[in-house]
C-alpha cells in the first residue's frame, strides 16, 4: 500500500491553504533550503500527537512531575506506581500506530534525501513507520533493563508476565497517558513489579528518567547523524530538553541551515532558519511531495 496518499496530501494542502495564505510560501521556502542537501531530523513528542499519543508539554497538558531514577531505585512504591502507569502506556503504545509525518521521513529516508533521526520519544514509531536509522535519544519502551545485572528483556514477554501476576490489573481504565508512557494511577499498591529473572534484581524500561543522563554512546550516536547532515530539521519539540538542544545547537556551529516545524513556540526559534508553525503530519507529508519521496516506503505493521 501507498503510505503517503497524494490525494490526502493535496487535501491537506488546500485545507490549509484556507486557514494559512502563507503556507505556501513557506513550503516553498522550505523545499527549495533543502533541495539537494541531506539533512537530519530530530523529532519530540509533537510528531506522535497525530498517533494519539498526548504531547504532555503541549497546550492543555496536566503539568507532571516525572519520576527520579532515584526514586525508582530506592522505593518499591515508586516502582509500583510507576509499572502501573508504564504497563497501561505500554499496551497504549503498542495498539498506536504511525501516522503521516512518521510515514514522510521514512520516505525521505528511502529516498537518500534524510540521513537518519534523532528521536526524543520513546514510542517506536519512526522504525514501525519503516525509518532504519533511528537514534532513541531517551531509549524506548519495548525494551526493559535489569538495574543490578544488566540482562535485557523483550517488553511484550515483560508485559505478558505482568498482566499474568496482576489479573485484576486490566479493569483499571479511564487513565491519562503521557508520552513517556507513564500515566496517573493510584491503585497500585498491591501491584506485583516484576523482577529479574536472572538475578532477581529491579527492571526499569530501557529509557532516560528524570535525573538520568544520556548514555555517552546514544549521544556520540545522535551527533553522528547531525555532523553528516547538511541541514537540520527539527519536528515536534519545543527543544526545552536540552539533548535536543544541544543537537541544534551543534548544526548552527556547524553553520548548516536549522528548519522547525512545531506548533507553538520553541527554545530555538531565535536561530532558525525556517520556521513553521503547524502541524508535523501535515508540512511532513507535504514536503516528502514536493521533494519527489512519495510512493517509496510500505507499510510494514
Ligand atoms: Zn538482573
Redesign the pocket.
Known amino acids: 500500500m501507498s503510505v503517503i496518499s497524494t490525494e490526502y496530501a493535496d487535501h491537506m494542502v488546500s485545507v490549509l491553504q484556507e486557514f494559512s495564505p502563507s503556507w505556501e510560501r513557506e513550503m516553498d521556502d522550505l523545499a527549495r533550503l533543502l533541495d539537494g542537501k541531506r539533512f537530519a531530523v530530530l523529532t519530540g513528542a509533537g510528531i506522535s500527537t497525530d498517533s494519539g499519543i498526548p504531547d504532555y508539554r503541549g497546550q492543555g497538558a496536566s503539568r507532571r512531575t516525572p519520576m527520579s531514577i532515584d526514586q525508582f531505585r530506592s522505593d518499591v512504591l515508586y516502582r509500583k506506581r510507576y509499572w502501573a502507569g508504564s504497563h497501561r502506556g505500554w499496551l497504549t503504545f503498542a495498539s498506536a500506530l504511525p501516522n503521516d509525518g512518521h510515514r514522510a521521513v521514512a520516505a525521505l529516508e528511502q529516498a537518500r534525501l534524510v540521513s537518519g533521526v534523532v528521536t526524543q520519544n520513546v514510542d517506536g514509531l519512526h522504525r514501525r513507520a519503516g525509518s532504519a536509522h533511528v537514534v532513541d535519544l531517551h531509549g524506548s519502551l519495548d525494551r526493559v533493563v535489569?538495574l543490578?545485572?544488566?540482562?535485557r528483556y523483550d517488553r511484550n514477554a515483560l508485559a505478558a508476565r505482568l498482566a499474568r501476576e496482576n489479573p485484576w490489573f486490566e479493569e483499571v481504565s479511564d487513565v491519562a497517558l503521557a508520552p513517556d508512557g507513564d500515566v496517573d494511577i493510584t491503585d497500585f499498591d498491591s501491584l506485583v513489579v516484576p523482577e529479574?529473572e536472572?538475578?532477581?534484581?529491579v527492571l526499569k524500561p530501557d529509557v532516560v528518567f528524570f535525573g538520568e543522563v544520556v548514555p555517552f554512546r546514544v549521544y556520540s550516536a545522535a551527533t553522528a547523524i547531525v555532523r553528516k547532515a547538511e541541514a537540520l530539521v527539527v519536528a515536534g519539540s519545543s527543544l526545552m530538553v536540552n539533548s535536543g538542544f544541544r543537537l541544534v545547537d551543534q548544526a548552527r556551529k556547524a553553520r548548516m541551515p536549522v528548519i522547525i516545524v512545531n506548533r507553538g513556540a520553541t527554545k530555538a526559534d531565535a536561530v532558525a532558519n525556517i520556521r513553521i508553525d503547524a502541524g508535523t503530519s501535515e508540512v511532513l507529508a507535504d514536503l516528502a511531495l514536493r521533494l519527489g519521496a512519495t510512493d517509496v516506503t510500505e507499510d510494514i505493521e
Do not use: P
Not at 543490578?148 to 540482562?151: A, L, N, S, T
Open positions: 535489569c543490578d545485572c544488566g540482562q529479574c536472572v538475578c532477581g534484581g
